[in-house]
């Protein structure tokens, strides 16, 4: 589970925050809104009725039960958070600060780079949160593309009911373990969360 959440997570937050900067700075022909509408029909379209395609998209891959076809099912489906979460930050970053970077002899990248990257640690720590606690928690995929060698720890706190019944004992501590980790990080960056999902809340 820590190596598909968090290989999600960092591919999720890179590509996220490169599209994010691009959506939040520049204007597209094909419009920005439509390209935003169309990020966030990924979270609209109910994940199981992906499951066929991406079942059989992976079998060609030959990537079912392995660490990478789970990181690239779970990247599918958080990279919507970090790319709006991004998005906005970008949107609402005062042009004064890149236009002075400019000034001084900065390229395109450098003030990226060294400039706008920098100042959106609030925003990154707080999409890569929510990717993180998504990819983490993720259930229904692994239940089809991971059989043996790939499971995540959601597939084993499902495999505490049995012909017998459920194992409450077992039930309550596997939980207990599954939600340990994402509350930690979350108490850890809790002021990092706050600033990134507020940012440009308000406007004045």
Known sequence: SVIIAVGATVVACTIGTLT????????YKIGNSNIISWVMSQ???????????????????KLLDTHLGMIIVNTTFVIPFAI????????????????????????PWQVF?????????PALTAAAIICFAFAW??????????TRE?????????????ARGVHFPYLATRMMIAITLPVLLSLFVQRYIVRGLTFGAVKG
Do not use: C, H
């Open 20 to 27: 994010g900067y691009a959506l939040g700075r520049f204007q």
């Open 43 to 61: 979270r609209f379209m109910p994940p199981i009725a992906t499951l066929i395609p991406i079942f059989i998209v992976i079998q060609t891959l």
């Open 84 to 107: 709006l979460i991004m998005r906005d930050f970008f949107a609402d970053f005062p042009d004064e600060i890149e236009e002075a970077a400019v000034v001084d002899g900065a390229s």
């Open 113 to 121: 780079w060294r400039v706008a990257l920098p100042l959106a640690t």
């Open 137 to 146: 928690n993720e259930f229904l995929f692994a239940s089809v593309l991971a």
């Open 150 to 162: 790939a499971k995540p720890y959601t597939y084993l706190v499902a495999s505490t009911s049995t």
